[in-house]
């Protein structure tokens, strides 16, 4: 096996190295609650717009079609503002996808940009309007603020105008990420702009904006939700980190700590609670409510505290085979988080496996652990809308997985710094060949 590369820092010098001690938590203002989203124009008041601003939504033509645009155009123009519409957002944005957002804003309103942005639906469009913000009022374009070697890693400086998020979906998170996701198809990776100037000033959850989406989305959606909250709970404790001399080089994926547990814990009975009750019956309220409430504390957790291995493989899967990122994360999150993983703390994924609903009674600390892997994937099955694994997702076979090992090695050491157990190359070949088949 080859050697294992750990980075405990990002900036600690070996010969000044002692334990993180300071962990903190930020987020946007938050409104929650059936029909959140007819108080907009409150709520830009709140920010600081008096009634009279020109704003952008930046969405796709699918959430155009179902009405929901319009049904928040209509509420702001109500309150006075003038609204605009970006409906050309793609699934897993490109960077080339994002400046053609940023483009539309320059047209339309020069190099100062809009008096405020709303970001509506899932992560796709969510990101899209977190990355158009802030490159138009930083100035020039995505790749100035994409990380080497990929672009210049220059560092944001403005926030720019208020920017609020309605996720139509439970499951991204974005709507309280400080990172916009983007894609690079010709070099077939996923970069991040990762700043707390990404972030929005706001977020909305309104379930009566998710009713609409129908079962496999919503159960794909809800995976990468309850991965959030399943890799928040069993990432290292914020303080087996070293502690940067800068404070400004405390990474985003902190590690976790007694507050982001107590939202992994939350989330995971929200999300497997409800999730076949969405899936069966998209018009109930009340469990939609639930879902958007659990995506939520998920991201509290999972964004706070660090996804780890799951999200790591994902990506380069979706760059390469343009799945959905939940149903990625569905079928690798058996083998990975609740596979690889266990071994770094069975105790842990024992009560993950409780919190998801199996019975351990009777069993030892490790198979209650490994228990935590059977309930997932018979929650999976249940649903009967998820792939059965990387080879019915994808067509991907153990002749493909020498070639994802080595990417994600490569691209995504940002995620896998928040494992809790190392990995190499060669490891993370075995548990792509594993996910392959999660049951037949």
């Known amino acids: 096996m080859g050697g294992v590369s750990y980075e405990r820092s990002v900036s600690a010098d070996p010969h000044r190295l002692s334990p993180e001690t300071v962990w903190e938590v930020r987020m946007p203002a938050i ?6 989203a007819d108080e907009l124009g409150y709520q830009l008041g709140q920010l600081g717009l008096s009634g009279d601003g020109r704003g952008l939504i930046v969405t796709d033509s699918d959430l155009v079609s179902l009405g929901h645009v319009d049904r928040v155009a209509d509420e702001l123009e ?8 970006y409906d050309g957002v793609e699934r897993e944005p490109s960077i080339e996808a994002v400046e053609e957002c940023i483009a539309f804003v320059r047209d339309e309103m020069g190099e100062d940009g809009y008096d405020f942005y709303l970001g509506l639906g899932g992560g796709s ?13 930083n100035g020039g374009e995505v790749l100035d603020y994409v990380a080497a070697p990929t672009g210049a890693g220059k560092n944001l400086t403005e926030s720019g105008p208020p920017l609020i998020l309605l996720p139509t979906t439970a499951g991204t998170g974005s709507e309280i990420s400080p990172v916009a996701i983007l894609s690079v198809p010709e070099k077939g990776i996923k970069e991040g702009i990762s700043s707390t100037h990404v972030r929005a000033d706001a977020a909305v959850l309104d ?30 404790q914020y303080d087996d980190l070293l502690r940067p001399e800068n404070p400004a080089d405390r990474p985003v994926y902190a590690g976790r700590t007694g507050f982001t547990e107590m939202f992994s814990e939350k989330a995971i009975d929200l999300l497997s609670s409800n999730v076949r009750r969405v899936v069966n019956n998209g018009d109930d309220i009340e469990a939609r409510g639930a879902m958007l409430k659990g995506a939520l504390f998920g991201a509290i957790a999972g964004l706070t505290a660090g996804a780890s291995l799951a999200h790591a493989m994902a990506y380069p899967v979706g760059n390469n085979y343009h799945t959905y990122h939940g149903e990625t994360i569905a079928a690798l999150t058996p083998a990975s988080t609740l596979g690889y993983n266990v071994a770094s703390d069975p105790p842990r994924f024992a009560k993950v496996a409780e919190m998801l609903g199996a019975d351990t009674s009777g069993m030892s600390t ?28 994808a067509g991907i076979t153990v002749d493909d997985t020498g070639t994802l090992a080595e990417s994600t ?9 928040c494992n809790p157990r190392p990995v190499t190359k060669e490891d993370v070949e075995e548990v792509f060949q ?7």
């Not at 490790?366 to 990387?390: H, K, T, Y």
């Not at 090695?409 to 710094?417: A, N, T, W």
Request: hydrophobic fraction near 40%.
């Open 409 to 417: 090695v490569e691209s995504q050491q940002r995620l896998l710094r």
């Open 207 to 236: 379930p009566t904006l998710t009713t609409t989406l129908p079962p496999d989305l919503t159960a794909k959606t809800a995976m990468d939700a309850l991965g959030h909250a399943i890799e928040g709970y069993t990432t290292h």
């Open 366 to 393: 490790r198979e209650a652990a490994d228990e935590a892997r059977e309930e997932f994937v018979r929650l999976q099955r249940d649903l009967n809308v998820l792939p059965s694994g990387l080879n019915e997702l």
């Open 125 to 137: 469009c969510m990101d899209t309007a977190k990355a158009t913000r802030a490159i138009v009022a």
């Open 434 to 440: 594993d996910a392959l088949y999660n049951w037949e």
């Open 31 to 36: 409104r929650v609650g059936a029909d959140a």
């Open 78 to 85: 109500a309150d006075g503002f003038d609204v605009d519409v």
